[in-house]
């Protein structure tokens, strides 16, 4: 899979915050990788949005049943995006932790071939990668759960000579903890490639930005372009990796597990 496959798959969060965010440097659920799954996909001939809805009823209904608490879902739909992303929507999964990821995985297809067939009947998917997550903030009410809707963008990473993963993090808790104290409500992950790709050298990982509204995006521009916030990023992070141009998409919570 090429890397501009990788590039255009980048999504999302494993949980979509609601309008306000904190950093939480001390909180050990950060440092948690999450796995999780996206899948690309176009509508087929004659589907479309309202008919994946149904789909994802039925398949809500599959997971019940089958007592499946340990997984979320959301979808995605391009918002700021090129004729590169080639796809309609995006389907974006996390499950608690590994062994909820096997053990659900194996259950799904030894189960699931009536609901997969409902899929596929909406829509066909041309790729599935899997990542690892972990996260820079949380929301305050995470606990409660997560929002209905959101807004993400995200943006491909390339490390730097001489950085490493403790640098990096360490450089990114501090950028996280800038944020929070100016008054941003981004919520902040990283995620990197397990599964799915091949041949890829110059993708390391993902930043995730999650906001809650367009709102919160806008402030975010306005404090890092006439608020100069991007001067401090540079500062923080310039020598340690480099980021191409953000994508952004609208989420919609398909389906809701307590996942860190």
């Known amino acids: 899979m090429s890397r501009l496959i990788i590039t255009i798959l980048s999504a999302g969060v494993l949980t979509l915050v609601s309008a306000s965010c904190v950093e939480a440097q001390d909180d050990d659920r950060l440092a948690k990788f999450v796995p999780t799954e996206l899948w690309a996909c176009n ?68 189960t699931g071939g009536a609901i997969r067939a409902e ?25 409660a759960g997560p929002s209905n809707t959101g807004v993400i963008t995200f943006t491909d990473c390339a490390i730097k000579e001489g ?37 890829e050298t110059t993708l390391d990982f993902k930043l995730l930005g999650v906001h809650a509204n ?6 975010d521009l306005e404090r890092l372009g006439n608020g100069e916030l991007w001067r401090k990023r540079m500062e923080l992070t310039g020598d340690q990796f480099d980021c191409d ?16």
């Open 43 to 110: 509508y087929n001939e004659g589907q479309g949005p309202g008919d994946l809805d149904v789909v994802a009823d039925k398949w809500n209904a599959y997971m019940d049943e089958n007592e499946a608490d340990t997984y979320q879902a959301w979808t995605l739909t391009p918002q700021y995006f090129t004729d590169e992303q080639d796809f309609d929507v995006l389907w974006l999964g996390a499950w608690k932790d590994g062994d909820a990821m096997g053990q659900g995985r194996d259950s799904y297809i030894a």
């Open 119 to 143: 899929f596929g009947k909406v829509m066909n998917c041309g790729a599935h990668l899997g990542f690892v997550s972990r996260a820079f903030k949380l929301p305050p009410d995470y606990d």
């Open 163 to 199: 950085a490493t993963y403790d640098t990096i993090v360490e450089r990114m808790s501090a950028w996280a903890k800038t944020l929070g104290d100016d008054g941003s409500k981004v919520a902040i992950y990283q995620w990197w490639p397990t599964y799915g790709g091949g041949g």
């Open 214 to 219: 367009y709102a919160s995006l806008g402030a």
């Open 245 to 260: 141009v953000s994508r952004v998409y609208d989420a919609r919570l398909r389906r809701a597990a307590q996942i860190r």
